[in-house]
């Protein structure tokens, strides 16, 4: 997986454990998600904990199409 909004010089090191961080809400801090396995001008790239040729359920989140998942507002739309 490549890390976006992460530029190759932010200091990443090969090796290092990729974790949730919690900011927005969505999902609480310090879930392993995987270990950086490359950074270079291509971006930074991360092997996943987790054998993705075996989930059976995924959650994808784009905060680009529905800012709700941004700033967790999640409230009815008032009438």
């Not at 969505?26 to 930074?44: F, K, N």
């Not at 092997?47 to 009815?76: E, F, H, M």
């Amino acid at each position: 997986m490549k890390l976006e909004r992460l530029p190759p010089d932010s200091g990443m090191t090969v090796g290092t454990r990729v974790m949730t961080s919690g900011d927005g809400g969505q999902l609480p801090a310090d879930l392993p998600v995987g270990t950086i396995v490359s950074v270079g001008a291509d971006g930074v790239w991360v092997k996943p904990i987790s054998d993705i040729d075996t989930l059976s359920y995924v959650q994808v989140i784009n905060a680009d199409i529905d800012q709700t998942l941004v700033n967790g507002d999640i409230s009815p739309a008032a009438k």
